[in-house]
């Protein structure tokens, strides 16, 4: 679930930590992911609407802790005092903590190298000029037309935000775009 949410929504979520990072002067290994999954009876889980928090391991961890989520049922404080000791281990890689919708807990970590890197983070905010080409040639690994369509969609969410519309109707209406353009690359196709 975790793995897919970061495949489908990462751009978005690097567009965000770029943010984070160049307001705390940190890199991507002292940033923390929080995806909350589960829902509360009327409303879906966050993260099953595609929305995620991100903030400082510092904030989470130290003094007043302003950025530790109220979930219950689950040992908070073992869990980040988890991350902050994993923290030190996972140089290159960022962190996340998760609850899931049976309510229950974990940590994850991004891979270490290709898009999810301090090299890739240092490309963004990714846009169609300078930084798009950089990205390019910095993350030999990544599939270039996933992240194209990925910033096309997180294009769309914004416009769709600052238009007033729901992130629901938005996603539909980029849903749409991507079959028209796979029929109409399949009908190319076959001619």
């Known amino acids: 679930m975790v793995e897919s949410f970061l495949n489908e929504n990462y751009v978005e979520i690097m567009m965000e930590v770029a943010k984070v990072a160049r307001e705390h002067h940190v890199g991507l290994e002292d940033i923390v992911l929080e995806l909350d999954f589960m829902s509360d009876g009327e409303n879906p889980g966050p993260a099953t609407l595609g929305k995620f928090k991100l903030d400082t391991v510092e904030r989470y961890t130290t003094g007043r802790r302003p950025a530790k989520p109220a979930w219950t049922n689950l040992p908070m404080d073992r869990i980040l005092s988890d991350l ?108």
């Open 84 to 191: 902050q000791k994993r923290r030190h281990m996972a140089s290159g890689s960022m962190l996340g903590i998760v609850r899931n919708a049976d309510s229950s807990g974990s940590m994850f970590c991004t891979p270490e190298a290709g898009i999810w890197s301090n090299e890739a983070l240092a490309c963004f905010p990714l846009d169609e000029g300078e930084n798009l080409e950089r990205f390019k040639s910095t993350v030999k690994d990544a599939d270039l037309k996933v992240v194209e369509l990925q910033l096309l969609r997180y294009t769309l969410l914004k416009a769709g935000e600052m238009a007033g519309l729901d992130r629901q109707s938005t996603v539909d209406f980029y849903t749409q775009l991507q079959v028209r353009k796979q029929q109409n690359e399949q009908a190319e196709g076959g001619h």
